[in-house]
T-cell receptor
Framework: QKEVEQNSGPLSVPEGAIASLNCTYSDRGSQSFFWYRQYSGKSPELIMSIYSNGDKEDGRFTAQLNKASQYVSLLIRDSQPSDSATYLCAVNNTGGFKTIFGAGTRLFVKA | DAGITQSPRHKVTETGTPVTLRCHQTENHRYMYWYRQDPGHGLRLIHYSYGVKDTDKGEVSDGYSVSRSKTEDFLLTLESATSSQTSVYFC???????????FGPGTRLTVT
């Protein structure tokens, strides 16, 4: 079992819809969770961090965390074609010394 | 954009040759990381540094070594390149312990 798992996609949504990206992790002691966005041929960029159960909103993005289910999600409201990218879920391991990445989910927003 | 550069950006080398990749930052961040990215595996940590001359291994460190003699520079060396080391290599930086905050543009390495 991989430490951080994501559906590779592609996830295709129409413009204006809500895109829902999901991630599960295996280390129950993990405390910090992150989402990165990576455009094709570019480097990843950190877009969201979440540390406690519940929702965290930043503009059109909402990160959701459920530690009991070991589940993290990213919702993108009013999806735009410019949101088309690969989204990487990342988790800090117990102790917070190392960040483990999932393989990413490709999102395609159709105009 | 954060001041982080990588060199070279592209390299083709032959199996068995040593290769050194350079990461340079102008942010004065304490932590520096080397990751490799391969299809289906995502980003995997090779080595990281938490200060000058302070380094530690990541999850895929075999066949790689690193050095950090100055805050701004972090070198990754493939001691004897193999085809399995064909990948895209990203350097990343962070002001403190935690996730990498900024990534460099990447180096595409091909080992033939």
């Amino acid at each position: 079992q991989k430490e951080v798992e994501q559906n590779s996609g592609p996830l295709s949504v129409p413009e204006g819809a809500i895109a829902s990206l999901n991630c599960t992790y295996s280390d129950r002691g993990s405390q910090s969770f992150f989402w990165y966005r990576q455009y094709s041929g570019k480097s990843p960029e950190l877009i969201m961090s979440i540390y406690s159960n519940g929702d965290k909103e930043d503009g059109r993005f909402t990160a959701q965390l459920n530690k009991a289910s070991q589940y993290v999600s990213l919702l993108i409201r009013d999806s735009q074609p410019s949101d088309s990218a690969t989204y990487l879920c990342a988790v800090n391991n117990t102790g917070g010394f190392k960040t483990i990445f999932g393989a990413g989910t490709r999102l395609f927003v159709k105009a | 954009d954060a001041g982080i550069t990588q060199s070279p950006r592209h390299k083709v080398t032959e199996t068995g040759t040593p290769v050194t990749l350079r990461c340079h930052q102008t942010e004065n961040h304490r932590y520096m990381y080397w990751y490799r990215q391969d299809p289906g595996h995502g980003l995997r940590l090779i080595h990281y540094s938490y200060g000058v001359k302070d380094t530690d291994k990541g999850e895929v460190s075999d066949g790689y070594s690193v050095s950090r003699s100055k805050t701004e520079d972090f070198l990754l060396t493939l001691e004897s390149a193999t085809s399995s080391q064909t990948s895209v290599y990203f350097c990343a930086i962070s002001p403190g312990q935690g996730p990498p905050r900024h990534f460099g543009p990447g180096t595409r390495l091909t080992v033939t």
